[in-house]
């Protein structure tokens, strides 16, 4: 082989030696690229786990969040319901109270005959009644209330224990609005509590009538007052007939004055029964004492109230102490300013103690006088001189409470009916005594 082929030959294997360095070293280059690049995936890798790691855990951390979220949100929810309840029942109050009462009656009325027309009498009752309170808004308050009753009597709210066991009735005895429209004014409407000043244990008013109708107090310092429209009876009819119900309006004023420690309360009353004169507003058909004429009824003839009734009242009421003793000394003093005879009541009475507390006690006195027309007889107390105007006598009374509510009570009315107008029988002032012993039990 010639030296010139050598050479070239040696060049050509230089060249080709050269070339495959070339490739190799790109080779090289891209498998470094790879590695690079597989290295920087595991490191995204990584780093994406680690990430999810995170995620998972803030996964985990939020769903422990949203559970105690949820049990502290129905904790709140059932502290809200509770609240929302403890709020209804600080709007609602509620009383009531129970009377067990044995009692002893004794009329020595006569009939036509001479003959006695009742004999002595003696029974166990019972009166039951609850009555609730709503504050229904920051101004207005709602009442209602049931007591037991024997046919709706206004006048009693006693239940006599008889008729073998049976069912005792239970009536409603209050529904009532009152409305503060002003911190010195109150309106109520419906059946209510007498919303105006009875003096001490005054017999003018029975305690378990509740008048129905409308009435506005007010209250200033030591001023007060009240006037009422009050219904008596509706009436309906033909357009011939006298359909003007029969109403009672009334009003009172009084003051609250202090005589050195003690308390002294004046007022005057006055109501007017319209619409009452020859009418029939009795419960029961029974006029209870006052005046009556008959007028023709159909075939037959209807006693009605032979007069009006303007009724003008005035009471006073002092409080004081003996020692250290509750005392109180009161008078009640009333006309029918719409008659001219039989026209005055009066009434007087102390009281000594006051039964309510623990181991407290009291006892008082009182003796009244209700001639015939003095007083619309269908609001006068149901027990002195069995419930009739025409009446005088003394009532003695005692009470003891062994603990707080509880409270025993002894009455005794030696009293005196038709005390000045004979009855059919031509009788004038005759007998009636009552005895009543009380368990009484309130909350």
């Known amino acids: 082989m010639s030296a010139a082929m050598v050479s070239l030959l040696s060049i050509v294997a230089l060249a080709a030696n050269a070339a495959e360095d070339d490739e190799v070293v790109q080779i090289r280059e891209q498998l470094q690229a790879?590695?690079?690049?597989?290295?920087?995936?595991?490191?995204?890798?990584?780093?994406?786990?680690?990430?999810?790691?995170?995620?998972?855990?803030?996964?985990?951390?939020?769903?422990?969040?949203?559970?105690?979220?949820?049990?502290?949100?129905?904790?709140?929810?059932?502290?809200?319901?509770?609240?929302?309840?403890?709020?209804?029942?600080?709007?609602?109050?509620?009383?009531?109270?129970?009377?067990?009462?044995?009692?002893?009656?004794?009329?020595?009325?006569?009939?036509?005959?001479?003959?006695?027309?009742?004999?002595?009498?003696?029974?166990?009752?019972?009166?039951a009644r609850i009555n609730a309170e709503v504050k229904a808004t920051e101004s207005i308050r709602l009442g209602i209330g049931f007591a037991t009753t024997e046919g709706g009597d206004p006048r009693s709210s006693n239940q006599t224990l008889s008729g073998v066991f049976s069912r005792k009735s239970l009536d409603l005895d209050l529904a009532y609005f009152d409305w503060q429209f002003a911190d010195w004014g109150n309106l109520i409407g419906g059946k209510m509590k007498q919303p105006f000043f009875k003096p001490g244990q005054s017999l003018f008013w029975d305690s378990d009538v509740n008048p129905e109708g409308l009435a506005a107090s007010f209250t200033r310092g030591a001023y007060f007052g009240t006037v009422y429209g009050y219904w008596i009876d509706e009436v309906s009819g033909p357009p011939s007939a006298v359909a003007a119900?029969?109403?009672?309006?009334?009003?009172?004023?009084?003051?609250?004055?202090?005589?050195?420690e003690a308390t002294l309360t004046l007022a005057a009353h006055y109501y007017d029964l319209s619409a009452g004169q020859g009418r029939a507003p009795f419960y029961d058909n029974n006029a209870n004492g006052n005046t009556t004429i008959s007028i023709p009824f159909g075939t037959s003839s209807i006693a009605v109230l032979a007069n009006d009734y303007r009724v003008l009242n005035v009471g006073a009421e002092l409080n004081g102490t003996l020692r250290t003793l509750p005392l109180q000394l009161w008078a009640d003093v009333a006309q029918n300013q719409a008659v001219d005879d039989l026209d005055t009541a009066w009434a007087a009475g102390i009281l000594l103690g006051k039964a309510g507390?623990?181991?407290?006690?009291?006892?008082?006195?009182?003796?009244?006088?209700?001639?015939?027309?003095?007083?619309?007889?269908?609001?006068?107390d149901s027990d002195f001189a069995g419930g009739n105007a025409d009446n005088e006598g003394l009532v003695v009374r005692a009470g003891y409470a062994p603990v707080k509510n509880w409270v025993l009570n002894a009455t005794y009315f030696m009293t005196e009916r038709n005390a000045d107008v004979a009855n059919s029988a031509g009788q004038v002032g005759v007998d009636y005594e009552r005895w009543q012993l009380d368990f009484n039990v309130k909350f």
């Open 34 to 127: 790879l590695i690079e690049r597989v290295d920087r995936l595991e490191a995204q890798n990584d780093s994406l786990k680690a990430e999810n790691e995170q995620l998972k855990a803030q996964g985990e951390y939020l769903r422990t969040e949203t559970r105690g979220l949820r049990k502290e949100s129905a904790v709140h929810a059932a502290e809200a319901s509770k609240v929302k309840g403890s709020d209804w029942a600080s709007r609602v109050t509620l009383k009531g109270d129970l009377r067990y009462r044995h009692e002893q009656t004794s009329d020595e009325t006569r009939d036509d005959s001479g003959a006695r027309r009742t004999a002595d009498r003696s029974r166990d009752r019972i009166r």
């Open 245 to 260: 119900d029969t109403m009672l309006y009334g009003a009172q004023v009084g003051a609250r004055l202090p005589v050195g």
């Open 357 to 380: 507390d623990y181991r407290t006690w009291e006892l008082g006195a009182a003796y009244q006088v209700v001639e015939k027309d003095a007083l619309f007889a269908q609001l006068i």
